[in-house]
């Protein structure tokens, strides 16, 4: 997701790839989301961050708070007290979770795609089921599991408007547009919760791992939809009046974010071979620079804009 100034500010996550075991969500996260925490030095503070995350309703983003908690999550071997930031925000996500298991936005869509309230993406339902998950194994009596189970539900139900159906499979949607956006990082990340669920023995485990296959084979066929010039990525797919590519921090990210898919997916090898030539374009400065001149341009035709 993209960056806003103040409370409505939509998080940025990690360009590393995190430390984890494929079999085991136990063992880490897919992605070093560390920082996000880490940047407010203690615990308390980052517990601090989190009451001013969620202070208010209408202005509070399910993926800040997600991060924050997985962030804190992969902390805890440092300071056992980050597990109590991640337990309070796996708490506030599951408090939330409406009835069909979505988590609203109640603030419009402050840039490039026009999303009235309330809105709803796949990407913060993932990583809410990424870090309930997390959740449910070390504060067992909180009712995370059930809320992991919860949240899962927006990402196998095509009804609940977050999966776009298309002639490689499906494809789950960080902004549930008309037509689909199709947006590279946040499909990703809500396939990871996909995997986290698949793994955890719940009644939901076996739709959950048949909807991470069939969505990371759609993946692996789609994935030079997602590339232009030179080597570089794309962010999204949407018809916008040019073409929307990665600024280079989110090309960084796409190529971390497939190289943990590789390690998820072993036997599907477009993500590693990818991931190695977007690495090698990334560290060019022709595409680099090119990359930049097309990404001011997009700007120029689709500006920010400012949310009230």
């Given amino acids: 997701m993209s960056q806003e100034r103040g409370a409505r500010r939509l998080s940025r996550p990690v360009q ?3 430390k984890f075991d494929p079999t085991d969500p136990l063992t880490g996260y897919y992605n070093d989301l560390r920082r996000i925490a880490a940047v407010h030095g203690t615990p308390a503070r980052a ?12 202005r509070a983003n399910p993926v800040s708070i997600a991060q924050l908690g997985l962030a804190a999550w992969q902390l805890r071997g440092s300071d056992a007290s980050w597990l109590e930031v991640s337990a309070g925000a796996a708490r506030w996500l599951a408090d939330e979770l409406d009835q069909t298991g979505r988590l609203a936005y109640l603030f419009p869509m402050p840039h490039t795609f026009r999303l009235a309230v309330p809105w709803y993406s796949a990407m913060a339902q993932g990583e809410a089921v990424s870090l309930l998950v997390r959740a449910a194994a070390t504060v067992p009596d909180d009712g995370f599991a059930t809320a992991a189970e919860g ?7 095509p009804d609940l408007g977050l999966i776009a159906e298309t002639p490689e499979g499906p494809v789950l949607q960080e902004y549930p547009t008309t037509p689909p956006a199709h947006v590279l990082n946040g499909w990703i990340f809500a396939l990871w919760g996909l995997h986290d669920a698949a793994l955890t023995g719940s009644a939901s485990a076996e739709a959950a791992d048949r909807a991470f296959r069939a969505g990371t084979d759609a993946l692996a066929r789609r994935l030079p939809r997602y590339e232009v010039a030179l080597g570089w990525s794309r962010y999204d797919l949407f018809p916008h009046p040019i073409v929307h590519v990665a600024s280079p921090f989110y090309h960084l990210l796409h190529t971390a974010q497939l190289e943990a898919t590789a390690r998820l997916r072993p036997d599907v090898s477009e993500f590693a071979e990818t991931a190695a030539r977007w690495h090698r374009t990334a560290a060019r400065p022709l595409p680099r620079a090119l990359a930049l001149t097309r990404k001011v341009a997009f700007r120029i035709l689709r500006p920010r804009r400012r949310s009230g």
Wanted: without cysteine; hydrophobic residues 40%; charged residues 30%.
């Fill in 47 to 58: 517990g601090d961050e989190l009451r001013r995350l969620t202070s208010t309703r209408e």
């Fill in 151 to 157: 949240a899962l539900a927006p990402l196998l139900d």
């Fill in 16 to 18: 590393a790839v995190g």
